[in-house]
């Protein structure tokens, strides 16, 4: 039986020079990018997705379940809901992009409960 993986996924947007920031969390362990140039928060939580799907896949999990607090981009992911134009480059490319193996699912947390949110929000603490 496939052991279930949890990878928090979260995006930012700062202002420049920083611009976008993302941060993935799996096993613990947070992985961020910054310095991702202009965009919205829209896209930053795109971005996010995105890399967390390319590390399921590069690790060769079984059983993703992909947590992040952006509802609309999960929604439109998912399916659930049409993508306006601006995210429609982001969602195609989630599309083509290789999946993991065996299950993925795409779900919603709490803000509070995202550690990738978490891990985004320490680089910023006053």
Known sequence: MARRVKLFFDGGCRPLPIGMELAVVVGGQSHVQRGLGPGTSMDAEWLALI???HRAHALGVTDAVLLGDAAAVI???NGLVRCPPSCLGHFERFQQMPRPGGRTRIRYVKRSQNLA???LA???AR
């Open 117 to 119: 949110g978490i891990a």
């Open 122 to 124: 320490a680089l910023h």
């Open 75 to 77: 929604a439109q992911a």
């Open 51 to 53: 890399e967390a799907m």
